[in-house]
């Protein structure tokens, strides 16, 4: 009898390992969320997303240049590559209000790149992020944050 109940515990506890590494594979792909442009041009699309950004009542803190940044430090980066930030201070506060520790990923971004010929946005994948998280976090991030950024996005991407 032991040995039925060592090999069920053996068999769920591969089973638990070969989960967590399938999780730890699968993060990156659930963590961002990448979307092709319906713009040419990395400047253009930044432009359109600080734009559709504040046209939705939120602001722009910056548009970064990654490239000048880099150069600034002796690195030649050829691909343009610009964050786009982008930040909705009711929204800021609910969070930090309960979770200080949150002011970490503020303001969020939005990373915006040419790759093989296409302009891409890629961000984090807030509305999972929010469920991680969980509390205050999950409802502002996961309910007005994530429905915020599907409408901003849908006047940039490609359909």
């Given amino acids: 009898m032991k040995t039925g109940k060592g090999k069920v515990v053996a068999a769920f506890a591969a089973g638990m390992v070969a989960m967590g590494g399938a999780m730890w594979a699968a993060m990156p792909r659930l963590m961002l969320v990448t979307h092709e442009?319906?713009?040419?041009?990395?400047e253009e699309t930044a432009a359109a997303l600080k734009a559709a950004i504040e046209a939705q009542g939120w602001t722009c803190p910056a548009v970064r240049d990654m490239n000048a940044a880099m150069a600034k430090e002796g690195v030649v980066f050829e691909s343009p590559v610009r964050i786009v930030e982008l930040c909705k201070a009711p929204y800021a506060k609910e969070v930090l209000a309960d979770n200080p520790e949150m002011s970490t990923m503020m303001p969020c971004a939005w990373g915006v790149y040419k790759s093989g010929g296409k302009v891409y946005i890629t961000g984090?994948?807030?509305?999972?992020?929010?469920?991680?998280?969980?509390?205050?976090?999950?409802?502002?991030?996961?309910?007005?944050?994530?429905?915020d950024e599907r409408a901003i996005l849908g006047k940039v991407i490609r359909k």
């Fill in 37 to 42: 442009s319906a713009y040419g041009g990395v």
């Fill in 124 to 147: 984090m994948n807030t509305g999972l992020m929010g469920k991680m998280f969980g509390g205050t976090v999950a409802r502002v991030m996961g309910g007005s944050v994530a429905s």
